[in-house]
């Protein structure tokens, strides 16, 4: 059943997340899991295309940020977004979310340096090898699931399952720019130098973000990364 801001059900459907105001002109649908938020942002990113008053669509890690173009476009904006919800209620996902496979076109290429700081630790937390560890970071694409925490930084998902390791216990007070880490279910590359407490398993050379760049960030949503050994060792 959704649920509107102020506490109303809409009868039929299934309780798959929930609407919040955003300002005058925004709408926040807060979901369960990263799952769905992907699913959904989905969904509403293709009704955009339909949808003039829908300015952008912006995915979080358990919500989608929906932007409308006015004030007054922002009920139809509410009315698309309960229907996205109805349809992750009742299993209407896009196909291209089942498909697993992507496009060419859609496949950044980023080669690693694997010489991090934390590839033994990972090593020992994931029970691998560190050989296997960078064969199960490069065998297996990685999508571009959201962006945040700083211009260019893209949170990929949809890698290999055993990769996932918990973050430092102690953040480092400096990542270089370009290190490559691992973080829970995500596998992310730093775009500058910043704080971080991300397992870190690399580097690579690539820009993130280039501001010459149109557009400026590398990895965008929509996108997949394939990461390869750079020094051709796996």
Same mark, same amino acid.
């Given at each position: 059943?959704?649920? $509107?801001?102020? =506490? %109303?059900?809409?009868?039929?459907?299934? +309780?798959?997340? @929930?609407? !919040?105001?955003? =300002?005058?002109?925004? &709408? !926040?649908?807060? /979901?369960?899991?990263?799952?769905?938020?992907?699913?959904?942002?989905?969904?509403?990113?293709?009704?955009?295309? @339909?949808?003039?008053?829908?300015?952008?669509?912006?995915?979080?890690?358990?919500?989608?940020?929906?932007?409308?173009?006015?004030?007054?476009?922002?009920?139809?904006?509410?009315? %698309?977004?309960?229907?996205?919800?109805?349809? !992750?209620?009742?299993?209407?996902?896009?196909?291209?979310? *089942?498909?697993?496979?992507?496009?060419?076109?859609?496949?950044?290429?980023?080669?690693? *340096?694997?010489?991090?700081?934390?590839?033994?630790?990972?090593?020992?937390?994931?029970?691998?090898?560190?050989? $296997?560890?960078?064969?199960? *970071?490069?065998?297996?694409?990685?999508?571009?699931?959201?962006?945040?925490?700083?211009?260019?930084?893209?949170?990929? /998902?949809?890698?290999?399952?055993?990769?996932?390791?918990?973050?430092?216990?102690?953040?480092?007070?400096? /990542?270089?720019?370009?290190?490559?880490?691992?973080?829970?279910?995500?596998?992310?590359?730093?775009?500058?130098?910043?704080?971080?407490?991300?397992?870190? &398993?690399? *580097?690579?050379?690539?820009? &993130?973000?280039? !501001? @010459?760049?149109?557009?400026?960030? &590398?990895?965008? +949503?929509?996108?997949?990364?394939?990461?390869?050994?750079?020094?051709?060792?796996?």
């Amino acid at each position: 059943m959704v649920e $509107e801001p102020t =506490g %109303e059900r809409i009868p039929g459907r299934q +309780p798959t997340g @929930r609407l !919040l105001p955003y =300002g005058e002109r925004g &709408l !926040l649908v807060e /979901v369960d899991d990263l799952h769905r938020a992907l699913a959904l942002f989905e969904l509403l990113a293709a009704a955009r295309e @339909r949808l003039a008053g829908l300015e952008d669509v912006v995915a979080g890690a358990r919500s989608v940020l929906l932007v409308a173009a006015s004030p007054g476009a922002l009920t139809a904006v509410r009315a %698309e977004a309960q229907r996205a919800l109805a349809a !992750l209620g009742s299993g209407e996902v896009p196909t291209a979310f *089942h498909s697993g496979g992507p496009a060419p076109e859609q496949v950044v290429e980023v080669p690693v *340096h694997y010489d991090g700081d934390d590839l033994a630790d990972v090593a020992e937390l994931t029970g691998l090898t560190v050989t $296997e560890v960078v064969a199960a *970071h490069t065998g297996t694409p990685w999508r571009v699931g959201f962006a945040g925490f700083a211009p260019g930084f893209a949170y990929l /998902v949809d890698g290999d399952p055993r990769l996932r390791v918990p973050r430092r216990a102690t953040p480092r007070p400096r /990542v270089p720019a370009g290190a490559v880490g691992l973080a829970d279910e995500f596998s992310g590359v730093y775009p500058r130098s910043s704080p971080g407490g991300w397992q870190l &398993l690399g *580097h690579t050379d690539l820009a &993130l973000w280039d !501001l @010459r760049r149109d557009p400026p960030a &590398l990895l965008r +949503p929509g996108l997949w990364v394939q990461f390869t050994d750079a020094d051709g060792a796996s």
